[in-house]
């Protein structure tokens, strides 16, 4: 056999597809000749750096056996060569036994290098879902710290009023507790009021001497508490009350539904 086809050979064997009988012939032919030897390295390095990463995916059923059955096809008897022409004993097979090893490889390393794009997305969409939930945390502990601030301020301040609010017939166990500043604002919390109705929600009213004016509409969570911070105006008159209603979503300029809370200032001590 000449080189080319034992570097044929050598090809197969490093598609896994050589019986064991020209395994053994390899492998004794290895041992004699320097220049095979280095072919089968070469051939062994390409399946070793395009076929041995692991991989999530597979590579097309069958890809390893529908190669080995073209190759095969190809290395078909080989028509005489005409007289006083050499003949190239084995290269075109040799060729295209290379050609499909290393198309075998590319479609293997193809199918990777998807699975590792897959793998990234998946990452990446894992890093941003840890983003907005940082993000989300973030800002509710910048809420938490202004309303703390917030009620810092109003509750150290030397024009703080308290208003104390009941429940009502709709809401008997709820109650709430606001405290009123000119100079710092309101802080509000109340506690125990029931789920709103569908499309509705609870809104916050001062109310004065001229007219109700609405402090926003409150956001409660499952245990029925709220809690709110509102700048004033400081031209806002003196509440002679507040009062929570039920109101449909985005409040009203005039209050409309139910009352569940209401409550009057309390006079300081």
């Excluded at 003949?87 to 198309?103: D, E, K």
Aim: net charge neutral; with cysteine.
């Amino acid at each position: 056999m000449t080189h080319e086809e034992w570097q044929e050979l050598a090809a197969l064997y490093a598609l896994d597809a050589l019986g064991a009988e020209d395994a053994g012939r390899l492998h004794a032919h290895l041992q004699t000749c320097p220049e095979c030897r280095r072919e089968m390295a070469s051939y062994q390095s390409i399946a070793n750096a395009l076929l041995q990463a692991p991989s999530e995916r597979t590579p097309p059923e069958n890809l390893r056996e529908r190669v080995i059955e073209a190759a095969r096809a190809d290395a078909g008897p080989q028509p005489m060569a005409p007289p006083g022409l050499a003949r190239w004993p084995g290269s075109a097979r040799f060729a295209t036994t290379t050609a499909l090893l290393l198309a075998a490889a590319a479609v293997v390393l193809a199918v990777r290098i998807d699975s590792q794009l897959a793998r990234t997305n998946i990452a990446l969409r894992s890093a941003r879902s840890e983003l907005l939930r940082a993000e989300t945390e973030a800002r509710d502990a910048r809420d938490e710290l202004a309303h703390a601030s917030t009620t810092l301020a109003v509750l150290t301040a030397p024009d703080v009023v308290q208003v104390d609010l009941k429940g009502q017939g709709a809401a008997p166990t709820a109650s709430a507790r606001a405290y009123w500043s000119r100079s710092r604002g309101l802080v509000f919390n109340a506690s125990h009021l029931p789920p709103p109705p569908r499309q509705k929600g609870y809104q916050l009213w001062v109310v004065t001497a001229q007219a109700p004016i609405s402090a926003g509409m409150l956001q409660t969570n499952g245990a029925g508490d709220a809690a709110m911070t509102v700048k004033t105006p400081l031209d806002m008159p003196t509440p002679v009350a507040m009062a929570v209603t039920i109101e449909p979503e985005g409040g009203v300029a005039a209050p409309t539904g139910d009352k569940y809370l209401i409550g009057t200032p309390v006079a300081r001590h």
